[in-house]
């Protein structure tokens, strides 16, 4: 484990090739299962054009985006409601907010995130879907490398830039929680856990509320 990037912001942390291979290809195997029942979703932006990837999700509710809104939604597309997050990549996730100083967090979701070989990104944007914008966001990637750049709290402006790897973990909290954030691109990377290329991202949150009618209680 090493940190990379010492220029980050506060409440930005950066762990280095954290996951070994064998912690990889378990997180790997845990989304094989849930896509085997929860498959890929293709998200769209609010003007109703497609996205470069497509999601999934485990916990209480999952994050989908449909023409004129983001929102958090408890059921899939195929009426199923979303699986119990695995404890293993919960305990990977809190590990690193417990180093970073964030201390444990109990996830309401993880949100998967798939990024095709080649064409796959995210444009600029904050995560300002959930209710709790103050606890802090876990992000796992798998598979090939990503240009991640980071803005500021407004959209446009200086942006810093570097690379996450497979196995690298990224904590965006406290002062940096609503920094404006993108993956620029993918860059193909020898790896065996996608034999075509390809990444995944695995990021966990805390919610509060959906926008299908739920309460803050009915997700608690």
């Not at 990379?4 to 762990?15: A, I, K, M, T, V």
């Not at 790997?28 to 293709?42: D, E, F, G, K």
């Not at 590990?95 to 949100?111: A, D, K, N, Q, Y």
């Not at 798998?142 to 570097?162: C, I, N, P, Q, S």
Request: a neutral charge; charged letters at 25%.
């Amino acid at each position: 484990m090493s940190m990379l990037f010492n220029d980050l912001p506060s409440g930005c942390h950066h762990y280095a090739g954290y996951l070994n291979a064998r912690d990889q290809a378990i997180c790997v195997n845990a989304c094989r299962q849930l896509l085997s029942t929860h498959p890929l979703m293709q998200p769209r932006t609010k003007s109703g054009e497609k996205m470069a990837l497509q999601v999934s999700s485990w916990g209480v509710a999952g994050w989908f985006g449909e023409r004129g809104e983001y929102h958090y939604i408890r059921k899939h597309g195929n009426g199923k409601i979303w699986p119990e997050i695995p404890r293993v990549i919960t305990n990977f996730m809190n590990e690193v907010l417990i180093i970073s100083g964030f201390g444990r967090m109990e996830f309401e979701t993880v949100l998967l995130n798939w990024y095709p070989p080649g064409t796959g990104h995210l444009g600029m944007h904050r995560d300002v879907t959930e209710f709790d914008q103050e606890s802090p966001i876990v992000t796992i990637s798998l598979g090939d490398d990503a240009v991640f750049a980071l803005g500021g709290l407004e959209y446009g402006g200086k942006k810093r830039r570097l690379t996450l790897r497979s196995g690298d973990v990224f904590v965006m909290g406290g002062e940096s929680r609503l920094l404006y954030h993108e993956i620029e691109k993918l860059i193909p990377a020898e790896n065996p856990l996608f034999k075509d290329g390809g990444r995944i991202s695995l990021t966990g949150r805390r919610i509060w509320r959906c926008t299908d009618g739920m309460s803050d209680r009915d997700l608690r």
